[in-house]
């Protein structure tokens, strides 16, 4: 400070301080604008030309679906469930005794879906126990094998076959215990002994039909027909059988949640509680751990690069025989299981709203660390204007000394004044640094308006938060009796989670009984199926057509059904699976969506 300054000076320069923090609050407040900038980016027209060019890209693409539809069902899908079609007629007709049609059948079925290997095996089968093509069966047959080397059936096939093979060429026999007929596949050329006539070849494994699970989209415009890998029903001779058989195959990445989800709903929905292992299922554990533990290849590779292919590999896991009456429910929940796992293909307008989604995260993002940045800004500035309003104290204190001539006017202080004076300044801010000045800077994180801007955030309790939804849903709940069973069911749910959580999941099953039971009576659907009661499948599909529900509860109901399933059989599969405290708790959150959903939706 200048000692010569004048009284006259002083003033002049505190007004000049009092019209700088004048002008900042004016402009901070909107009062009068800030000045613009010669040049300046216009970001929010940016935004809308993006926002609009994608709306247009979204519209032309769906302008062309229609089309692409119509196309795909002409060309792949239409000629598979033809092709579906004849393979039941032909087989139908070859238990008939009339071969020659049932021939004609399964060639025109391999015609119309010449991808699908299943229908390739059917046709050279029955080929070989005909007689009427040895050779073209046998072609058919290496072709089936050769499509996946993992499936139970190829591996039968390479020992009835007596397969071997030296680079290109296979070798091998055949032998009906009369004539043992020897062979050489060099490319598409067979080469044999010469065949007897009348020669005919029997083995055992029995022909099977392809079953769509209608998943695949049809409205884009790479087609790869995956919907019939997965699910095969065995074709049988005895008509008088109350049984479906079906061969299951998966992707061996696949192998942990369908052990873990599904394969206690096979052994539920199984006729005698019995599903043959077609592959190891030790072998693929272990191939799983192998995985899980793995730390590096070769070439320092990710383990989604090294295993890849193998995870991708289709292998037969299990052969299930489920009861006529239980077809639709095993098919349904199959369905699901693929959708989550072997087929998981989106619609576009699921994956605009990821994509939708995203973005809005992104922009979230970006307002927050905008937000953050502003307020450490606006902080700076805070503190820039705390240090004035202590000049501004300083100079009238010596602006006072002087004019009431007090010794020493630069050195001597004077408290009382130098605080009315600060606050008179600070005055002037106004409201503008009310966000940022109680806490200023604590432990090294900035602090606005007593919120602590860090990264942990501190989340009740599941079980905390839980039992609050659930006291404010039963407060919902206007039948006695519906109130009183789902207490029941909650506190067996609540009481068994912390000790053995996979034993909650079988309350947790009957809460979804006892709302479906109650939702169908409320909408007049009949509980029982003649003398029997209705399975909780077809109460489900039963409401579903009379009041459609949205698919996030479709599926956490189907969530909640297969876990079930798992808890009833936790014992045989513990081998290869837990059921821990913090997956029921997911469980237990999804529950109570479809509980609330349902009290509201049918009036409970």
């Given at each position: 400070m200048n000692r010569n300054w004048s009284i006259q000076e002083l003033k002049g320069y505190l007004h000049n301080m009092e019209e700088s923090a004048m002008q900042f609050y004016k402009v901070k407040k909107g009062i009068i604008e800030r000045p613009k900038p010669k040049f300046r980016l216009d970001f929010d027209g940016i935004k809308e030309d993006k926002e609009q060019k994608k709306k247009d890209e979204r519209r032309k693409r769906d302008e062309l679906k229609p089309a692409l539809i119509q196309q795909n069902e002409l060309y792949y899908f239409g000629p598979a469930k033809v092709a579906i079609d004849l393979t039941r007629?032909?087989?139908?007709?070859?238990?008939?005794?009339?071969?020659?049609?049932?021939?004609?059948?399964?060639?025109?079925?391999?015609?119309?879906?010449?991808?699908?290997?299943?229908?390739?095996?059917?046709?050279?089968?029955?080929?070989?126990?005909?007689?009427?093509?040895?050779?073209g069966g046998l072609l058919h047959l290496i072709e089936y094998l050769l499509s996946n080397t993992n499936e139970y059936y190829s591996k039968e096939l390479s020992k009835i076959l007596h397969l071997t093979r030296s680079k290109k060429l296979w070798k091998g026999y055949i032998?009906?215990?009369?004539?043992?007929?020897?062979?050489?596949?060099?490319?598409?050329?067979v080469h044999f002994d010469e065949i007897p006539k009348d020669f005919t070849f029997q083995f055992y494994l029995p022909y099977k039909v392809p079953v769509s699970l209608d998943l695949e989209r049809k409205d884009k415009e790479k087609i790869e027909m995956v919907d019939y890998q997965f699910l095969k029903e065995i074709f049988t001779i005895d008509e008088s059988l109350q049984t479906n058989l079906f061969e299951i195959t998966i992707n061996k990445g696949s192998f942990t949640p369908f052990v873990k989800e599904f394969y206690g709903t096979l052994l539920e929905l199984s006729y005698d509680d019995e599903v043959p292992e077609l592959t190891s299922f030790k072998d693929l554990h272990i191939e799983q751990l192998e995985q899980e533990h793995y730390y590096e290849g070769?070439?320092?590779?990710?383990?989604?690069?090294?295993?890849d292919n193998l995870n991708n590999q289709l292998v037969s896991v299990s052969l299930v025989e489920i009861h006529k009456e239980n077809r639709d429910e095993f098919l349904d929940l199959f369905t699901g299981f693929a959708k989550k796992y072997l087929i998981n293909e989106k619609s576009d307008e699921e994956l605009d709203q990821e994509e939708d989604e995203w973005e809005y995260r992104q922009q979230e993002e970006y307002d927050s660390l905008g937000r953050f940045e502003m307020e450490s800004f606006l902080y700076e500035?805070?503190?820039?204007?705390?240090?004035?309003?202590?000049?501004?104290?300083?100079?009238?204190?010596?602006?006072?000394?002087?004019?009431?001539?007090?010794?020493?006017?630069?050195?001597?202080?004077?408290?009382?004044?130098?605080?009315?004076?600060?606050?008179?300044?600070?005055?002037?801010?106004?409201?503008?640094?009310?966000?940022?000045?109680?806490?200023?800077?604590?432990?090294?994180?900035?602090?606005?308006?007593?919120?602590?801007?860090?990264e942990v955030q501190v989340v009740k309790k599941l079980d905390d938060s839980s039992e609050e939804k659930l006291h404010e849903i039963l407060g919902q709940v206007r039948s006695e009796k519906v109130k009183k069973l789902l207490t029941a069911h909650f506190n067996d749910i609540f009481d068994t989670l912390e000790d053995k959580a996979h034993l909650s999941m079988v309350p947790m099953r009957l809460t979804l009984e006892v709302i479906?039971?109650?939702?169908?009576?409320?909408?007049?659907?009949?509980?029982?199926?003649?003398?029997?009661?209705?399975?909780?499948?077809?109460?489900?599909?039963?409401?579903?057509?009379?009041?459609?529900?949205?698919?996030?509860?479709?599926?956490?109901?189907?969530?909640?059904?297969?876990?079930?399933?798992?808890?009833?059989?936790?014992?045989?599969?513990?081998?290869?699976?837990?059921?821990?405290?913090?997956?029921?708790?997911?469980?237990?959150?999804?529950?109570?969506?479809?509980?609330?959903?349902?009290?509201k939706r049918f009036g409970l």
């Open positions: 007629e032909g087989l139908n007709a070859y238990k008939a005794g009339d071969v020659n049609d049932a021939i004609a059948k399964l060639e025109q079925a391999v015609e119309n879906f010449s991808g699908n290997p299943d229908l390739s095996f059917n046709l050279g089968k029955m080929y070989l126990e005909s007689g009427m093509d040895v050779a032998d009906n215990e009369e004539y043992e007929i020897h062979f050489e596949i060099d490319d598409d050329m070769q070439f320092n590779e990710p383990k989604e690069v090294a295993f500035e805070y503190q820039s204007f705390v240090g004035n309003s202590q000049l501004y104290g300083d100079v009238s204190v010596i602006l006072y000394n002087l004019e009431n001539n007090v010794p020493d006017p630069y050195e001597t202080k004077n408290e009382l004044v130098f605080k009315e004076k600060q606050e008179m300044y600070m005055a002037i801010w106004g409201d503008v640094f009310d966000a940022v000045k109680p806490q200023g800077i604590a432990n090294g994180a900035i602090t606005f308006g007593g919120e602590k801007k860090n479906l039971q109650e939702s169908s009576l409320k909408i007049g659907i009949n509980l029982l199926n003649g003398d029997r009661r209705k399975t909780l499948h077809h109460l489900i599909e039963e409401t579903k057509k009379k009041r459609r529900y949205p698919k996030k509860i479709n599926d956490q109901m189907y969530n909640i059904r297969t876990m079930a399933n798992s808890s009833l059989h936790y014992d045989a599969l513990e081998e290869y699976i837990s059921i821990n405290e913090v997956e029921v708790k997911e469980l237990l959150s999804q529950l109570l969506n479809i509980v609330e959903y349902f009290v």
